[in-house]
């Protein structure tokens, strides 16, 4: 019998007897731990790359690897490249990595011991999208450490399809008029994926810095993108003049009017604006972030599962024991309880695990 315990202890900490495991660190550990894996480049999973990479060994993807360093501008330690399907040895356990289908280079990990096996998800995408294959849904699986980002019934996702579709149509609208648009979302990941959706526009299209950056890499790693041109090209000046779609992280949009963003951007016109996020998917959400981006439209376009395809997930996969983390954890717990009859519970932080000494043998 085995004892395990998995908690936040700033990130995600796995401990099966005497080994320790860090997911997704957020800062370099006060302990040695026997092992890091880093499932993607986004800066709330891999703060603690860099940090941890000269005390611990750190699996990664290689393009998780390549993000981590560009954006840094250091070079990580230490580091075993790990690619899907791929299984490495580390002596009492094994670990592999399966496609997680969120953004470039993101991983869910198998940690596996003779008798135990935990699967680790990171942030998953569990269907198809221009630029990500689902993610994979693992097997033989004992303890599932979930991402509940949108594990909420108000979460469910229209088709991507619909959702694509729905974007393009409200871009023709206003570019038809001679209109400047702006779309926000996540630079890495969203950034790239509304790029390749804006194959479907004939013309170039503008994208911000941040952006310009992800789609380089993407397109060094992956596949051609679309036909465009940096936002701050003197071509881009000049097309804009009669209109035409602008990408910028949406964090960018935040708290900006129209007349302000087209100031910031060096446009000459006000533009329509629009943001990407899978929270558009819930009404009680809905306005609230219209009203935080100053928007004129909404479309829940997420790089994440919604809360159907998680338990979709958690239905096929049927573990043992589910630990929720990040989001609506305990929510998201409570379904996976009440609607599969598996047992699951939200992850604790070290002082609640201290309180309440909880160790479970498995
Ligand atoms: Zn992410």
Avoid at 170 to 185: A, N
Avoid at 197 to 202: A, G, V
Avoid at 254 to 259: E, S
Wanted: with cysteine; net charge positive.
């Amino acid at each position: 019998m085995r004892s395990f315990k998995v908690y936040y202890c700033r990130g995600l900490r796995v401990k099966v007897d005497d080994i320790t495991i860090l997911l997704d660190p957020l800062t370099s550990s006060a302990v040695r731990a026997d092992l890091v894996l880093v499932t993607h480049a986004h800066s709330d999973h891999a703060k603690g790359y860099l940090r941890s990479s000269l005390r611990s060994l750190v699996i990664s993807s290689e393009i998780t690897k390549s993000i981590v360093e560009k954006v840094s501008r250091k070079r990580a330690l230490n580091v075993k490249i790990i690619s899907e399907g791929q299984r490495i040895s580390l002596g009492k356990f094994t670990v592999q990595a399966l496609n997680a289908g969120h953004i470039m280079g993101s991983l869910q990990y198998l940690i596996e011991f003779p008798d135990l096996t935990i699967c680790y998800t990171g942030d998953i995408n569990l269907v198809d999208s221009l630029t990500e294959r689902r993610g994979d849904i693992p097997s033989g699986v004992d303890v599932l450490i979930l991402e509940s980002t949108y594990g909420h019934e108000d979460f469910v996702f229209p088709p991507r399809s619909e959702i694509y579709s729905s974007i393009l149509s409200w871009i023709e609208k206003h570019t038809g008029k001679g209109e400047v648009v702006v779309l926000g979302g996540y630079a890495l990941g969203k950034g790239q994926e509304l790029t390749a959706l804006m194959k479907e526009i004939k013309d170039k299209i503008m994208v911000s810095n941040k952006v310009l950056l992800y789609n380089k890499i993407f397109e060094e790693k992956k596949f051609s993108l679309n036909n465009y041109i940096p936002l701050s090209s003197p071509e881009a000046k000049e097309i804009l003049k009669a209109g035409g779609v602008i990408i910028v992280p949406h964090i960018e949009l935040r708290k900006k009017t129209p007349y302000v963003l087209s100031r910031i951007l060096g446009i000459n016109k006000v533009p329509k604006v629009a943001v990407c996020t899978g929270w558009a998917a819930s009404s009680r959400m809905f306005f609230a972030i219209k009203k935080a981006y100053n928007v004129d439209a909404l479309f829940p376009l997420s790089s994440h599962a919604d809360v159907e395809q998680l338990l979709l997930y958690v239905d096929e996969v049927r573990p043992r024991i589910v630990y929720t983390a990040h989001g609506f954890a305990k929510k998201l717990a409570k379904l996976i309880r009440w609607k599969l009859g598996i047992k699951a519970r939200k992850v604790l932080d070290s002082r609640q695990m201290s309180l309440f000494k909880y160790v479970k043998h498995i």
